[in-house]
């Protein structure tokens, strides 16, 4: 990666530009970032699948799986304490992005990133040496907190170091890695569980640390972005820092644009009480639904629990850890289907394609284990056996191209700038909450459900197209700061929410004095957003 070029700026000014070595270690930031979120994802089902760590941390389900007259298939991982060693992870990033998304704010983008960087490095370490379920749960919340200042930090950094040319790219790269991740996890458990002597559990949990180590090493080496320090008032540093990431002397242009949106940026006093205001709601109901209806397609409840699904279908030890390894694959290929496809075809084609298709794959996936997987017996045969990881590599596919990349892209591109961070900051939240409901609640609903799950997910996956269908605007190759005139206006329920724009000093307001269709005098203040 080298040479240089002009990067467009979004107000459609091009400022020069080179991809300098900061812009490279960047790249590496992007993946160690997103590789660590991926591993933590993937290596939690993997583990929970090995005999060894189950009879050291949880006896009793250790028993279940031994003993097939003990409990139904669908209730022998169904566990409290085993599912909290998942979950635990998400509630504790959830709690730590209040705190990451000061400290990115008030001393920097570098610091959050170090900061998780460390917690990635003791949960690691706390999680391989683990003697107890205690230690274990204090490291996945420690990984939890590195977590939640790295999914604030890593993308900020980078959306802000890079030239805009190749900001996309980047942040995709970012999302890419965490399946990639997801990958690697599979793989080493894997390899791991066929390590004599029931350790092979602590060298899953310990090989975390590598891209724990790179993402601190790379945050101790990369400098602080201009943004942050031009909102931080350091301007003749910021100014310094510029020159050094764009390999030129001629950044006075993008320099004064920084400084601009810095200000503008503080005359938002209340951004969160701003992003509950009429106008904005059908932004927020629709970032607030992507997650809820992202985590209700069943996908991390796959990704967590994989080989344990697996294994509860009748797999082998072996067979379901390689299933899950399959199925990591198919998510890697298809995030890139999405990269590739997202801009041509449009956000709403892909979301209601593959709702189809995921809701296709997991009916017939429900009706085969009605037929073949009874309580205390398993006649999922081999044939049957390989169609169940066709279809859900099918169901995986679609997700990867669709909800997966795409519930994270439409809330991004629809708030405006006056409540673009607060919006960010409730995407995520919500994000998390509700895939710690998800992960807590999973074995359960398996052993409440049974086959019953994949039409509990698949029903959801039918409300959720219905609501892209009626309710979500296509919003490709629409400027951002263009989405009030061409997507909401001409939406035929948003709009009308769109009527009470109008000025109230510097900001816009509710209606005192002009029109509610907010012009008054001849004068139009949408115009002059």
Known sequence: ?????????????????????????????????????????????????????????????????????????????????????????????????????????????????LIAGVFFIVGTILNAAAQDLAMLIIGRISLGCGVGFANQAVPLFLSEIAPTRIRGGLNILFQLNITIGILFANLVNYGTNKITGGWGWRVSLGLAGLPAGLLTLGALLVVETPNSLVERGLLEEGKAVLRRIRGTDNVEPEFLELVEASRIAKEVKHPFRNLLKRRNRPQLIIAVSMQ?????TGINAIMFYAPVLFNTLGFGSDAALYSAVITGAVNVLATVVSIYSVDKVGRRMLLLQAGVQMFLSQVVIAVILGIKVKDHSDNLHKGFAIFVVVLVCTYVAAFAWSWGPLGWLIPSETFPLETRSAGQSVTVCTNLLFTFVIAQGFLSMLCHFKFGIFLFFSGWVLIMSFFVLFLLPETKNIPIEEMTERVWKQHWLWKRFMDDYHIEGNQIAGDDGLKKNGHANGFDPVSQL
């Open 292 to 296: 809820i209806f992202q985590q209700f």
């Open 1 to 113: 990666m080298a040479g240089g070029g002009l990067a467009a700026s979004s107000a459609g000014h091009e400022f020069e530009a080179k991809i300098t070595p900061i812009v490279i270690i960047s790249c590496i930031m992007a993946a160690t970032g997103g590789l660590m979120f991926g591993y933590d994802v993937g290596v939690s089902g993997g583990v929970t699948s090995m005999s060894p760590f189950l009879k050291k941390f949880f006896p009793v389900v250790y028993r279940k799986t031994q003993d097939k007259g003990i409990d139904s298939n669908y209730c022998k991982y169904d566990n409290q304490g085993l599912q909290l060693f998942t979950s635990s992870l998400y509630l504790a990033g959830l709690t730590a992005t209040f705190a990451a998304s000061y400290t990115t704010r008030k001393f920097g983008r570098r610091p959050s990133m």
